[in-house]
């Protein structure tokens, strides 16, 4: 049985999210280090019985007679993954069957409950998936308490979030305008029979109908197009770039707004970029190399909070805080977040924003400009934050936003998954005053 392993590969994957609370990203790139065979397959069959974690768990429990013991919460992750298979793959369903039989490991008494539990699933499939009869987290596929969330700070557009949320997200790139303009690229891919989507709405911006390879892409190693996402690209119509300007972007990991900042500035423009975390700086390291960048930009591995790590004293004209966050906009990319994220996170991550723009404020020249960006749909960690720092900060002012994307609120704008191509971002446009006292 070829997949047996695979599936075995796959179920482990997934203990490690769900029992031991690592990242799908870091257990997914663990397992890959062993063993990269069948690398899509494996990725397919991760992020999708996690996406749909909350239906498939219902479906699960209405076939078992009890729940299982915490001891066997292994074999329950298994049965997961073989009604992933059976719902949303192509897989034949007996190969699927037989598989996840299979792939039982140690506790021969589990093999008959497998195969038991999943023949009878396909047995009443028709009435097992009736949505009518579902709950509201099976029926969106998400945890109560988001819904909830959602539902309370956008009416209109929370079912469309989560729906957005359990779609596969799409592959959207950065044209670099510095070095081909967009006519020419999109020509590039139509001349390599690349399917693509314009968004006209954002200068830069084009999604591939189907993701591929990035070595492959296009102009990709010579630097004319990178890997962003639509809403992230916003940032570069906010900046209010010009000559001789200094700018600082902190916590600039994974480094596409530092490269997005560096294609739109003048060659005069002063960029320094700090970040925390070693192995990330080796990756923002990578893309300036690539994109023959690495010139043009100050790095400093450290802590943006202790000012003394980094900071010189020099005032910046202008400020990229991107900051840490829930990540509440990008679960269709990470949908883990879905079972790892907890409701007391969020105030956790607001306290952390709040100081990190409390810090940063001391470094913003007056009359510069700080862009508060998070890939959160939580107005604790958005529009509330940002409305008790102008509140306490006597020298601090929103400035108006829009977009034909977005959603103007009054301390910002907020992009909903769903509403429109890309993830969930919250943009903040904050202008220091010149002349006035901070207290």
């Not at 699927?96 to 023949?119: D, F, I, P, Q, Y």
């Not at 006209?200 to 892409?217: E, G, R, T």
């Not at 960048?293 to 991107?322: G, P, Q």
């Not at 960006?373 to 002012?397: G, H, K, M, W």
């Amino acid at each position: 049985m070829k997949h047996a392993n695979l599936q075995a590969r796959a179920a482990a994957v997934l203990n490690a999210v769900l029992l031991e609370g690592y990242s799908l990203d870091e257990s997914l790139s663990r397992e890959l280090k062993k063993n990269k065979a069948q690398k899509g397959l494996l990725q397919e069959w991760c992020y999708g019985t996690l996406r749909h974690y909350e239906r498939l768990i219902y479906i699960l429990n209405q076939l078992l007679n009890k729940p299982f013991k915490r001891d066997d919460a292994d074999i329950e992750i298994l049965l997961l993954l073989g009604l992933y298979q059976l719902q949303e793959t192509h897989m034949p369903h007996a190969v699927s069957v037989a598989e996840t039989v299979n792939a039982v490991n140690k506790k021969a008494w589990a093999k008959g409950v497998v195969n038991a539990v999943l023949r009878n699933f396909l047995r009443q499939k028709e009435m097992l998936t009736i949505e009518d009869k579902m709950p509201e987290t099976a029926l969106y596929s998400h945890p109560q308490w988001m819904i909830d969330l959602w539902r309370d700070a956008f009416p209109e557009q929370w079912q469309s979030i989560c729906q957005a949320n359990n779609e596969r997200p799409p592959m959207a790139l950065r044209i670099n305008l510095s070095r081909i303009a967009k006519p020419a690229y999109l020509k590039l891919l139509a001349e390599n029979n690349l399917a693509f989507q314009d968004i006209a709405a954002v200068p830069s911006a084009v999604i591939l109908d189907k993701a591929m390879n990035v070595d492959v892409l296009p102009g990709f190693n010579e630097g004319l197009v990178s890997l962003q996402d639509v809403g992230a690209q916003y940032l570069s119509s906010v900046l209010e770039l010009q000559p001789e300007l200094s700018i600082l972007d902190a916590c600039s990991a994974p480094g596409g707004k530092l490269l997005q900042l560096l294609e739109n500035a003048d060659t005069s423009v002063k960029v320094t970029a700090v970040e925390i975390d070693a192995d990330r700086m080796l990756k923002i390291k990578e893309n300036l190399q690539r994109l023959h960048y690495k010139n043009r930009v100050k790095l400093i591995t450290a802590d943006i909070l202790d000012l003394k790590a980094w900071w010189d004293e020099t005032l910046y004209d202008r400020i990229i805080a991107d900051v840490p966050c829930s990540a509440m906009g990008v679960i269709r990319r990470h949908p883990d977040i879905k079972l790892l994220r907890q409701p007391e996170d969020i105030l956790q991550f607001a306290e952390i924003q709040y100081d990190i723009l409390s810090t940063l404020w001391q470094c913003l020249k007056p009359g510069g400009l700080l862009i508060y960006i998070t890939c959160s749909t939580c107005p604790e960690e958005n529009n509330d934050l940002i409305q008790a720092f102008v509140e306490n900060q006597a020298d601090a002012r929103a400035l108006p936003l829009v977009s034909k994307q977005g959603f103007s609120t009054e301390f910002g704008i907020q992009f909903l998954p769903g509403s429109y191509e890309g993830d969930g971002f919250y943009y903040a446009k904050l202008q220091k005053i010149a002349g006035t006292l901070p207290y």
